[in-house]
């Protein structure tokens, strides 16, 4: 089996790599990057030597390159991870969304048609789904659920996702698509939630929360969405659409001030800040499909994960602070430095 990642030095797609290598060691796998900000060839490096392993460096957008790349490894499968994922850039700058989420996507599945492939795989969010109020904790996102978006990014990977599908109906292209909730765990970009608290607390600076920090996420540890995908590539109906989720709804505050605890650290650092544009109030996931069609549970709890998150954080700053003390951050002053 011959898969291309792409977005596979990002934070869930060399994830996926490292899983992927691990589970399947007769698998030969492609990592197709970009190499944005977000995408760290360091976060490989474990990985550059396995003779199955090839890293290409490319723009999915950038049609000749991706056509190049299939006809000389003739893929199997595509699994696309590829995308700009952080709503706040999302609202700082939508074009970039529109063409990467979108019109990468198209590319690659044009690219699927033209030289054949057993299965395309696109990488969704929940928030294609819009948000749930805080006072129904009965509701639940299901793969039937009305896309109703919130943010330019979300809207993007929505319009991925019915591309897609089309693509499916039209041409007849073998796809799935799996929706998640958020994820966490190792080599998880700074900009985010959870790792951007950890580092923050570490150098005691302030931890930057938006509105009133009662925003709740359902939290799924990256290793238990890898395996999900992994079942979806082999096992899934083609056509289908996949919810998947941790059972693990927290509030971003109570995520903080957990964090905070752990590293022994006061919660006096905790600074309220203005919310983000249109910032969306609940997401919760029920993944009742996968578990029924494909026996898939999460198997971490967020109780462990969030441990071994910290800690993985703690010993791996040699990973992180080379980000951090870079471009990454004139763009956190410039999200958080007046708010």
Known sequence: MNIIITGGAGFIGSNFVFHMLQTHPEYRIVCLDKLTYAGNLSTLE????????????????DRAAVYQLFEEEHPDMVVNFAAESHVDRSIENPGIFLETNIMGTAVLMDACRKYGITRYHQVSTDEVYGDLPLDRPDLFFTEDTPIHTSSPYSSSKAAADLLVLAYHRTYGLPVTISRCSNNYGPYHFPEKLIPLM?????????LPVYGDGLNVRDWLYVED??????LILHKGTVGEVYNVGGHNEMKNIDIVKLICRTLGKPESLIQFVTDRKGHDRRYAIDPTKIHRELGWLPETKFADGIQKTIQWYVTHEDWWQPIVSGEYMAYYEKMYGNR
């Open 46 to 61: 474990p990985v550059m030597e396995n003779g199955n392993f090839r890293f290409v460096k490319a723009d999915i957008c």
């Open 198 to 206: 950890i580092i923050n607390a570490l150098h005691d600076k302030p």
């Open 225 to 230: 969405h890898c395996r999900a995908i992994d």
